[in-house]
Each structure stands twice: as C-alpha cells, then as structure tokens.
C-alpha cells in the first residue's frame, strides 16, 4: 500500500502541503527572491484589503465575470443540450461542431475573437457594418472588454455542453411518460422531470465555474497583451498591457501575477493567495450546503 | 427506447393532425435553431481561416474572402518564428508529463480504489480538495523552490509534479476502479498474484479505455496550458511551448494579422487532429465509464 502511495505522499507533500504552509508563512514576511524574508507582521494583508489602488478593480472584475459568465454558460449549455436531445438527426456532428472550441487552445481562440472582434479590420464589425450598424470597440472599450470575454467563454462552452448532454439523454423515459399521462406540458416536464433529475451534474458545472473564474487568467492575459498592441519585445515578456483597457481586463489572477512575477512582491503575492484560498474555500462550502436545497439527490426509491 | 414500448401497457391513441403538425413545425425550429448555433460556433474558425490566406494588404482591409489566396502564409509561418522548436518544447512537456501522470497515477488510484487501510478516505478528501484549489494558491512557494534549484527558466518545474500524482487523472481512474468486479482480483489473488502484480496484469488490462482517456486528457491539458509555462520559461525564448510562442508571435510580426492567424490554426490544428482521431477511443472510455459508474 504505501509502495503504491509514495508518489503521491511526495507530491501531496512537495507540491500541496509545503506550498501552503510556505505561503502562510511568507505571506507575514517582505521577500524579493533577492534578499532573506523579513517579518513584517500583517502589513501585507493591511495593504491588500486597504491600499493596494488595483484589488478593489481586480476583485469587481472577477465577480463580475463569475456572476455573469458562469449562469450564462450554464442555460446556454443547457439550451443546446436540451434541443440536442430533441434533434432526431445529426446528433454526433452537432455535438462534434459545438465541443471542437472547447478543446482548442486558450491562447488560439483568444487570438482568433481579439482579432474577429477587431473593431478597424475585423470581420464582425465589418458585416456589421455593412448593415448600417457601428459595431462597439470590444476589446478595445473599457466596458466592452468583459463582454468581449463572455463570448469568448460561450464559444467554448462545449465541454459542459457534453455532460449535459449525456445527463438528459440519461434522464429515464418512464418518469416522462408518467408525466405526460399526468397532462404534464414540455415546459412541466423540463421543470418537474428534467431539471431535477439532471440538477446534481447543474451543481457540478456550477461549482466548476465558480472555481474556474476564480482562476480566469489566460484569456485575459493574451486578449490585454495583443489588444494593447504594446506586447513586449521577445525574450522579455513584461506584464506591458495587463488589465488593459483601463484595467477593465484585471482580474485577481492577474494582478497577482503580475505583483509576483512582474514585480516579484514574493510576501504580498503570498498574502494575496491566502484571500484567494480561503475564498475558494468558502465558496466551495457555500454552494454545497445549499445545493441540499435544490439538488435532487436520487433516492432508493429510483433505483 | 423500445424496451419502453414495449412495457407500455396501453395503445397510444393517433394524435389529431393540429398536434402533429405543430409537433413537426416545432421539430423544424429546433432544428433551425441548432444550425444556426453552429454555423455560428463554427464561424470564428472560418474567420480564422480565410484571414490566414490574406496579403497582409487585405487582412487590413474590410474584404472578408481572400482574393487571391496567399497560401505561402503557412510556409511563412514556419520561416519566420522558430516553430519547430515551440513544437519540440511542448512535445517536451507533454509526453514526459503524460507518461509521468499515468506511471504516478494509475498506483495510487489503485490503493485508493480496491486497497482497504487506514486514513484511505481522508487521503482521498484531499485529493478532491487539491483538484478544487486554484494553481495560484500555491505557484509562489513552488516558484521560490524551483528558483532555488536553479530550475526557473527550463521546462522542469512543469514535468516533475506530474510525475508524483495528478489529482484529476487519481479521481477519474479511481472511479473507474471501483467499477472492476472484485471476482477477478480475488481470483488472481487466490492463484497467489501480490497487489503489485493484479494492478499490472490484471486492472490495467480492463482499465485501458480509462487510462487512454486520461492520458488524452493530460496531453490536451499540457498541449493547452499556458500559466505554468509561461511562469517558468516567459523570460527565456529557448525554452518556449507553442502557446507561450502564440502568445507572442504578433509581437514579433508587426500587426500582421494573416501571419498570426495562420500561427493559430497551426498550433490549433494537433488538438483538432488529435480530436478526430481519437473521438472513437475517448468516447469509448466515457461511455464505458458511464455504463456502470
């Protein structure tokens, strides 16, 4: 058994339980890789939560992308998956063409929608406005920017639309046929049948995309690096651009990035990982103890 | 869907023609709606395409199809950014990280699985909480220990942990595992087989479709990941993956947007290969696991 375990004992270890205690511990001190940490008590955390200019931006954004991208993902996957399970023909190749984009590279489709969605040349505001539309500057207009981002995460919506999918499909036929015999109309028998029956994979993708969000980077990275134009010079990639436009692209991730690794703050970094930790945390808990609420736990009876 | 009729103990009455003509009506708009959606999921990737096969002339311009096409783009691409050796970099990175997750992975998702011993489900919590925590939780102790080990800069920092276990590979073989009767792994331990031995003859063999799907999944995950990456080799060009070179290829072409395009369907093109080929192998594992799961 513990021959069996040993890799992940050492890399529980190494790669989990060191960095947190690690991270605590740093987080009380001022630490540049350069010289030793210094003890500097909680004047990390003072900073974070009353100083710091960017956190109050960085952590509006990340709501605002959690709140807004998370329920949208999920009717739209819903949706999809919902007329999926209707279609009679063409199934596989519907699913085929709406997962694709959920597997293509972050970097890529980031690249793609920054310059589909360039204002001058691109292709959306061209067709826009050649039928008498001004299209809005996306990425390049502070309040357009996240939404910019919402497209770009719908597109790859694919994967929970997959795992919606197959949970409808699973949804027993008997329990609609009992409700259709009840009188029961589409619309009953999405609300009463389908929904709770496929509620605890809903909690699962609710769940998943809260911690996603919370962790949203890449796009965000690449999508205010290009759209900044200013992208640094090769061998030298500086943070030149993030939260761009007027940090309206800067969410937490980022901004710890860039106060770790651009600045190299080691201690203030730390402190802000501890807030994102506990944050996960608790959010993790939140959605749990109330799922009990809504989410249908099969019961014996079912079975 | 039969074996519903058939225990349908009633005659369904022939619905009256206004219901079926609605029905079908509304079986049109269904479908409508689908195509529609597609062609708009599969329309940024036109995009894509057609720009790629501009003049950089008329990338810039508002034309929106080619005229004429510029295949040489996609030799450009190759001439001009170091490709080849993002490509190796990130093969690199993935097949050591692949190999690492499965020779890591497959052992303790076993133990946790079919192996009865003490703090078994509190080892298994925390992996369910490791595979919960964002990265960044824990990137700045481990940057400050690869910093230490003069490792910052190469791609190590990356490979090693998935040699020691990879949460997300653990749970989904571990719940494969359970699915394996015990009859077979009682039968090879009468015959006198150590857990050492079931695991490699035994539950590997039935567990294939399982390990091929996670190994699908750490490839694509590494061929795909950016912020480890970037973290550890952003300030060192030789050492770049694919995404990190992306990334940065605009830069290095001044606004060229049919030169960057052709670069993203490059890089984009293993993943969509690699979907098509695998589809059936991938699919296989899932349903298998959805079968008894």
Request: aromatic share 14%; with cysteine; net charge positive.
């Amino acid at each position: 058994m513990l021959l069996l375990m040993s890799p992940w004992l050492v890399g529980f270890s190494v790669f989990f339980g060191y960095p947190l205690v690690m991270s605590a511990y740093l987080s009380l001190h001022h630490y540049d890789l350069l010289s030793p940490p210094r003890w500097v008590g909680l004047a990390n955390y003072r900073y974070l939560f009353f100083t710091d200019p960017q956190v109050g931006a960085a952590v509006k954004n990340t709501l605002w992308m959690i709140a807004v991208l998370v329920p949208l993902q999920v009717l739209f996957a819903l949706g999809v998956a919902l007329m999926l399970a209707r279609a009679r023909r063409g199934i596989g190749l519907f699913r085929t063409i709406f997962y694709l984009p959920a597997l293509t590279p972050p970097v890529a489709a980031t690249l793609g929608f920054v310059y589909i969605l360039n204002p001058v040349t691109g292709p959306v505001n061209n067709i826009l406005k050649r039928i008498g539309i001004d299209g809005p500057l996306w990425f390049q207009d502070p309040s357009w920017a996240k939404p910019s981002l919402v497209i770009l995460g719908l597109w790859g919506v694919g994967n929970t639309m997959v795992i919606f999918l197959a949970a409808v499909l699973d949804v027993p036929q008997h329990l609609y046929e009992s409700a259709e015999l009840d009188g029961a109309n589409w619309l009953q028998r999405l609300r009463w049948v389908t929904l709770p029956t496929i509620s605890p994979v809903i909690l699962f993708a609710v769940i998943l995309g809260v911690i996603q969000g919370l962790q949203y980077f890449t796009q965000a990275y690449v999508a205010g690096n290009i759209a900044s134009g200013q992208a640094s010079q090769a061998a030298d990639v500086t943070s030149v651009g993030l939260g761009y436009p007027e940090d309206s692209t800067l969410f937490y991730p980022v901004l710890l990035y860039q106060h770790g690794f651009s600045d190299f703050q080691m201690g203030y970094a730390s402190a802000m990982a501890m807030l994102l930790l506990a944050v996960s945390f608790a959010v993790t808990l939140v959605i749990v103890l109330n799922s009990r609420r809504w989410v249908h736990h099969a019961a014996g009876a079912l079975k | 869907m039969s074996a519903a009729e058939v225990t349908t103990p009633f005659v369904r009455r022939r619905r009256p023609a206004t219901v079926r003509r609605k029905r079908f009506l509304l079986a049109v708009a269904n479908h409508a709606v689908l195509i529609a959606a597609a062609i708009a999921f599969l329309a940024p990737i036109g995009f894509m395409l057609l720009t790629s096969l501009m003049t950089s002339d008329q990338a810039l311009s508002a034309r929106l199809w080619p005229q004429p096409f510029a295949w040489h783009n996609f030799v450009d691409v190759f001439t001009t950014a170091p490709i080849w050796r993002w490509t190796l970099n990130t093969l690199q990175y993935s097949v050591l990280a692949t190999i690492g997750v499965l020779v890591s992975s497959v052992p303790v998702a076993y133990a946790l699985a079919r192996l009865r011993w003490r703090g078994r489900n509190v080892a298994f919590m925390i992996v369910l909480i490791a595979l919960m925590l964002p990265p960044q939780v824990s990137v700045v102790p481990l940057y400050v220990m690869w910093a230490k080990l003069h490792l910052v800069g190469t791609l190590w920092p990356v490979i090693i942990p998935n040699w020691l276990g990879d949460a997300f590979s653990i749970f989904l073989l571990r719940q494969f595992f359970l699915t394996i009767p015990e009859e077979y792994l009682d039968a090879a331990r009468v015959d006198g087989c150590g857990e050492l031995r079931i695991l490699y003859t035994v539950v590997v063999r039935l567990a294939k479709p399982a390990i091929a799907a996670v190994a699908l999944f750490s490839f694509l995950y590494t061929f795909n990941d950016f912020f480890l990456p970037l973290l550890y080799t952003g300030e060192n060009a030789h050492h770049w993956v694919l995404q990190i070179g992306l990334s940065e290829f605009r830069s290095l072409h001044q606004v060229q947007w049919n030169l960057t395009m052709a670069a993203t369907l490059v890089v984009m093109a293993p993943v969509i290969v690699i979907f098509f080929l695998a589809q059936k192998a991938f699919v296989e594992g899932v349903t298998l696991t959805g079968v008894k799961g």
